[in-house]
């Protein structure tokens, strides 16, 4: 289970800061990842970036600048900050997990990234 916590208002300018607690499977383990979407009323879904198992960080070009990822393993949860906050950045924040399936076909290598457990979201609104 995935369970997304933070506030629900947030003032332009400030950072915005939401945490993801997981249950069921530590965030450690190998081949996994835990990633960030969000979807702005009336448009499709962004995605944001994550955290992987070792601790290694990747975000979407169009919000990098702003963004950055981190983890406490001993209560198995992993935050996602972005700074700078407007009202664009107003959305649905889910938080997910990605199961890498690895498999060896025509002697290569194939990795498969499957996004399998979601969060509900949790509904952010940058408004003074």
């Known amino acids: 289970q995935l369970q997304e916590s933070g506030p629900g208002l947030v003032k332009p300018s400030q950072t915005l800061s939401l945490t993801c607690t997981v249950s069921?499977?530590?965030?450690?383990?190998?081949?996994?990842?835990w990633s960030w979407i969000r979807q702005p009323p009336g448009k499709g879904l962004e995605w944001i970036g994550y955290i992987g198992y070792s601790g290694d960080t990747n975000n979407s070009p169009f919000i990098k600048s702003r963004t950055s990822n981190s983890r406490d393993t001993s209560k198995n949860q992993f935050t996602l900050h972005l700074n700078s906050v407007t009202p664009e950045d107003s959305a649905m924040y889910c938080c997910?997990?990605?199961?890498?399936?690895?498999?060896?076909?025509?002697?290569?290598?194939?990795?498969?990234?499957?996004?399998?457990?979601w969060g509900q979201g949790t509904q952010v609104t940058v408004s003074s």
């Open positions: 997910a997990r990605i199961k890498v399936h690895i498999t060896i076909e025509n002697q290569e290598v194939m990795y498969r990234w499957e996004y399998d457990y």
């Open positions: 069921g499977l530590s965030i450690t383990t190998n081949y996994y990842y």
